[in-house]
C-alpha cells in the first residue's frame, strides 16, 4: 500500500519557476511512489477573493495545464477541485466545534496574512477558519504526508490537533495525524530580488510565459548594482541570476566556478543573463509546448475523473465521522450500508 500524500494550491493565478522549485517538481517525484493527491483549493482561495471570484474561477484550468505541463499525470495524481466535494465543508462544520477562537487567532501564519491584506477589525469568519478547512482536506483523504512549505506548518498542527481531540472524544479512532514534508529547497527570489518570486508582486517567470517574455525578464534580473565594469569583482549573495542557475541549471559545478569568476572579477553580467536564459528557455519550451497542446474540454474530463474518485474518499471519511458522532440517522435504520 502506497501511503497517501496532499497538497493544494489557492487558484488565484498561473504557476511560475518559484512554483516548479518549490513544489511542482517533488510533486512529479512523488508521484509514482505515493497515492498522491493535488487539491485546487477554490473554496480556500475564495475567503479572501470572495469579492474577485472570477480570478478563482479563470485560474482552476490555468493551474490544471501548469500541472500537466510539468509532468504531473492524471494516472498517477488525482487532481480535483475542492468546492466540488461539499463532504470537505460537512467536515469542517464537525471541526469547528473542536477549535476555540482564540486558537485560530493564535495562527502566525494567518496572522501575517491578516495584517498583509489589510482585513482591520472585520476579518472575515470564513478567513480565520480556513485553516479548519485545510484539516478537513488533510484529514477527508487520511493523508500521511503533507509536503509544504514551512508556513503552513501551522496548519498540520492545528490538523493534528483536530484528530486527537475528534478521536478521544468520539472514541474512536477513523482519523489519522499526518506528517509535514518541508520541500527541500528554498524559496525562489523574484527577479527584482526584493521578495519572493509572486504574481502579486509581479516579479515571476510564469510557466506559460512566451520564450520573448522569458528572455526579456532575464535582461531585467536583479544582479549586483556595484558590478559595473566586467573587472569589478561582483557579489554572488542577492544576485537573482545566480539564484536561478542555482535552481535550474543541471551542472554545479559549472555554477560554482563561474561564482568563483564572479567574485574575483571578470565575469560580465551579459555572459551569465545568456547563459540563463538558455537555461531556462531550455526548460521552459517543452512546458510551453506541452500546456499548448491541451484543450479545455480534456483538462476539465482530467479533473472531473479526478473529483470524483477523490469525492468516494472523502464520503467515506465523513461517513466515519458522522458514525462516530452518532448521526447517521437514515443510514443505519435503512440499513444502506454494509
Ligand atoms: N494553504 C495552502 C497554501 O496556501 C493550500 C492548501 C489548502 C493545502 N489545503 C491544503 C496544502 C491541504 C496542503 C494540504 O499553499
Redesign the pocket.
Known sequence: MRKVA?????PTGNLHLGHLAGSLRSRVEMQSSFDQYI?L?DV?ALTDYFENSRKVVDSILEVIADYLAVGLDPELSTIFI?SQIPELSELTMYYMNLVSLSRLERNP?VKAEIAQKKFGESVPAGFLC??I??AS??TAFK?EI????E??LP??ELSNEIVRRFNRIYHTNCLKESTAHLSKTTRLVGIDGKAKASKSLNNAIFLSDSAELVAQKVQTMYTDPGHIKISDPGNVEGNVVFAYLDAFHDNEEEISSLKKKYSQGGLGDTVLKSLLNDTLQKLLQPIREKRESLNKKDLLEICYVGTNKAKSVAQKTLYEVKSAIGINFFDKSLNRRN
Open positions: 496532499l497538497t493544494g494550491d489557492r487539491m483549493a480556500q475542492q501564519t480556513y485553516p478547512s485545510q482536506d488533510i493523508a503533507v509536503p509544504v512549505g508556513d503552513q496548519m498540520i
